[in-house]
């Protein structure tokens, strides 16, 4: 292993894997992160490589493990280059034919292209796609070029580059104003300028600080995080050396969740690289600067992605908030000045330090620039991580993007930001993807997870979800929180299950604001946001349940009655015999009959019957 | 030497020691900011929130608990604004409809002004204000009590599940319980509790009349009050 020690032995690495690369003809990329493995990367990886050696293609072929790309959906895919041809779905069984035909003889197998969704034509290119069409990725796109096991593979994209620019003579003070002049701000929900908190910082009295990573991700449905850390941890590493040098910090944390195996795996072994080639440990690079940084593993508690619980946690502490009256910035891990930041924001300083603030800040809107990566899941027809420049309409995202409803169905809104987040109506999506506009709008942008609801939603099963959700995961320190989050629940189980009286929405209000006020933490102070913003928007749903006694999307079960309309059903028996409860009787060619006593409201036969006889009121 | 900082309570310039918090300020100099978790001379940990003021920064008003707030100079709290009287009360009145059977809880419910529970019910036996942990860390220094689990299942137990021979037998958990004193009309059973309010006409001042001044009230004689203690 070499040591690097000055920016020019960075630049000899470069041009050697520039070389290796140049002496394949083609190149397949294969992402292998924990989405790509669930849906059985491994076995094509294996099956790839087994069949390029028998067909004598290791020298001409180079096959990259990467981390994900993006497109979850479709995965596991090969990208195969020069030709930017994405092939989708591919089994390991199909290992073979893609060897033989597409990179011995370079034909372009139809099968395993890209069919779009909405208009049903096979897409050849990766960039012709839609779902990427309308994306900028900034951070994602560099993942199909690095190996996340070879730090050689990240210096040749032009990795620690920015850290050997920074090193060679750009003063502390520098960095700051540039952070702050390309207006990057936190990616892990709130939004809060990062100059400004490195400033703080930096200003901070002590000779001892810290700085964290804070990939504690524990949103339902959002995965950037752990998708960066997996694919690109050097670029995490960069980063958080140029803000530990900027704020005058030593000793770095990855705070990662135990449930993250892979990225645990994966930051631990670039760590080891990077002490290896001498880019962490004592005078990096030749300079007086000493940085090395370890992986602290937390258990998964939702709470401590909340600053202050993350450090006790860090610390070896129960993981619980305390009161931020004094900022971490100031006392923060073992009460000395820390900057904790999101993987997605370290991650974005490299390019900042290389690129200037003025790239970095052209894109996005006034208060919020550049890039932000979402997870786009739900009812739309293309799911994944989606990267948008930051200003870009929802509705582009749900429709261009995500490729509109799955069912056929409308779609009634987007829930943006996990449990802390809200509900944003449809007739709002010509919102911006901006942390204030989002923000106004009663919603977060969160750590960056969007999930689309169509009209077979109800929102107070959605609020009741959420609470949920909260009440498992909260700390249950303070009373608001603990006791508050509980009877929201109580309330929200009351309306959904029928027995709602018309005075518990007021009450649901005034408690759900005294939460968002009065609560000790920052997730304390988000968790009514769920019920605040449907409460916001949907509130002829709640008034429904409660004085109709009826559920409009057909969900609260106590709330509907399942019934088989008489000119719709042929009497095929498919339902009677599919229907786990037998609530269900009829002759064959004759209308069946659904006992509502005996119903479960399952839906099984729903999904079973062919002529949508089942209707639900 | 000891340092002095300026704050302002409820438009009331105080003269505070530095490094104590804002509700030990504002007690001293007698302006009542309801409370329920914390204990003098112990560290606080800002459970109850019952002691909730607005710090006015640079024109923006935080809501924030007094006990965990320091004082600093130039520091403006105002203590009794509508906003924070109508959380306060929402948070005792949660409060009391999860433990009704304690003297001091339901004070601090008429002390809020609580009319009416608008929440069925819990009889538990603890709100998990934490005052008998601190009391075992940093009085007896005996650490025979913590918190375990989380959210829901969080409660208070020896930590390895049962008593060790740690634990002084000091009492002094019994003694600063705020469950340890049952309402006046004596204990409530399941199906019959109620909001005590019995206490109302002890509040002979109206804190929103006259602000500022602490109510002086016999409410909260039996639990140890701030006020009493300082007597």
């Known amino acids: ?617 | 030497m000891l340092q002095y900082v300026n704050v302002m309570i409820d438009g009331a310039p105080v003269r505070a020691e530095k490094g104590t918090s804002v509700l030990d300020t504002a007690i001293h100099v007698g302006v009542c900011i309801p409370h329920l978790c914390h204990i003098p001379g112990i560290h606080d940990m800002g459970a109850c929130r019952l002691c909730i003021v607005e710090q006015v920064k640079n024109g923006r008003s935080k809501v924030t608990a007094s006990c965990t707030l320091l004082v600093e100079e130039g520091m403006v709290i105002k203590s009794n604004t509508d906003k924070i009287l109508k959380m306060r009360k929402n948070i005792a009145e949660l409060l009391v409809a999860q433990a009704p059977n304690s003297k001091a809880i339901q004070d601090v419910a008429v002390r809020c002004g609580v009319k009416d529970v608008r929440y069925p019910f819990r009889n538990e036996d603890c709100v998990l204000c934490g005052r008998c942990v601190r009391i075992c860390k940093e009085r007896a220094k005996a650490n025979a009590l913590g918190f375990i689990g989380r959210g829901k299942d969080r409660h208070i137990d020896h930590p390895p599940g049962r008593l060790m021979d740690y634990c002084k037998n000091c009492n002094g958990c019994i003694m600063f319980c705020p469950m340890s004193v049952t309402p006046c009309g004596g204990p409530m059973k399941k199906g019959q509790e109620r909001l005590c309010g019995q206490c109302d006409s002890q509040l002979n001042a109206d804190a929103q009349k006259m602000p500022g001044v602490c109510v002086w009230c016999e409410l909260g004689k039996g639990f140890q009050c701030s006020r009493y203690l300082a007597v």
């Open chain 1, 1 to 617: 292993m070499p040591r690097v020690s000055h920016a020019k032995d960075l630049e000899i690495i470069r041009t050697q894997v520039d070389g290796k690369r140049n002496r394949a003809r083609l190149e397949m990329v294969i992402p292998n992160g924990t989405c790509c493995q669930a849906s059985g990367s491994a076995a094509l990886i294996d099956a790839v490589r087994a069949e390029l050696a028998r067909q004598g293609l290791l020298q001409d072929v180079a096959l990259r493990v990467t981390g994900c790309l993006g497109f979850c959906e479709q995965e596991p895919v090969i990208l195969i280059e020069p030709g930017n041809i994405l092939y989708c779905h591919v089994a390991a069984k199909d290992a073979a034919e893609i060897v033989s035909r597409t990179a011995q003889k370079g034909e372009i197998l139809e099968q395993f292209l890209f069919a779009d969704p909405v208009s049903g034509k096979r897409i050849q290119m990766e960039s012709d796609i839609p779902f990427y069409k309308a994306q900028t990725r900034q951070l994602i796109r560099m993942h199909r070029f690095v190996d996340p096991f070879s730090i050689d593979d990240y210096i040749a994209t032009g990795g620690y580059k920015a850290i050997a620019k920074v090193l060679a003579g750009v003063k502390p003070e520098e960095i700051i104003a540039e952070v702050k002049a390309a207006g990057l701000r936190g990616r892990g929900g709130a939004g809060f300028p990062t100059g400004r908190k490195w400033e703080e910082a930096h200003e901070a009295p002590g000779d001892e600080k810290y700085v964290i990573c804070n990939a504690d991700e524990g949103d339902p449905g959002a995965y950037m995080d752990r998708c960066l850390l997996e694919a690109n941890p050097h670029e995490v590493l960069e980063g958080m050396m140029i803000g530990a040098y900027a704020v005058g910090a030593n000793k770095g944390y990855i705070y990662v969740r135990r449930e993250y195996p892979l990225a645990v795996k994966h930051a631990r072994i670039a760590i080891g690289q990077a002490r290896e080639y001498g880019l962490l440990g004592d005078n990096i690079l030749g300079s007086n600067f000493c940085f090395d940084v370890e992986v602290a593993r937390g258990g998964g508690a939702f709470v401590c992605g909340e600053s202050t619980a993350l450090m006790t946690s860090i610390e070896g502490k129960v993981g619980e908030p305390r009161a931020k009256d004094v900022h971490t910035v100031k006392e923060g891990l073992w009460n000395r000045p820390t900057v904790l930041n999101n993987v997605e924001t370290w991650a974005n300083v490299p390019s900042i330090m290389l690129n200037g603030a003025k790239w970095f800040a052209s894109r996005g809107t006034d208060s919020s620039k550049g890039t932000k990566i979402l997870a786009l899941t739900g009812q739309v027809k293309n799911t994944g991580l989606v990267e948008v420049a930051m200003g870009t309409p929802i509705r582009t995202i749900v429709y261009d993007i995500g490729g509109g409803p799955k069912n056929g169905n409308k779609i009634k809104a987007v829930q943006t930001g996990g449990p802390s987040g809200g509900c944003i109506p449809e007739r709002l999506f010509d919102l911006p993807v901006d942390f204030d506009a989002l923000w106004d709008a009663g919603s977060m942008m969160g750590s960056g997870g969007m999930v689309v609801m169509d009209d077979k939603t109800c929102m107070v099963d959605v609020a009741r979800y959420f609470l949920k959700f909260l009440q498992d995961e909260s700390c249950g320190k303070c009373v608001p929180c603990r006791v508050g989050i509980d009877r929201m629940l109580e309330i929200v189980t009351d309306i959904a299950e029928g027995h709602g009286r018309p005075e518990q929405i007021p009450l649901l209000q005034e408690l759900a604001e005294t939460v968002a006020e009065a609560s000790l933490c920052g997730l304390g102070k988000s968790a009514p946001n769920p019920v605040l913003s449907t409460l916001r928007y949907f509130i002829d749903e709640y008034t429904a349940h409660v004085h109709g006694r009826q559920c409009p999307a057909g969900v609260c079960k106590a709330l509907i009655t399942y019934a088989i309309d008489a000119e719709k059903c042929t009497g095929c028996g498919v339902c009677l015999k599919s229907c786990p409860h037998d609530s269900i009787t009829g002759e064959k060619k004759k209308v069946h009959i659904i006992d509502a006593g005996l119903c479960q409201k399952c839906g099984i036969c729903i999904s079973e019957c062919k002529f949508d006889a089942i209707t639900v009121k």
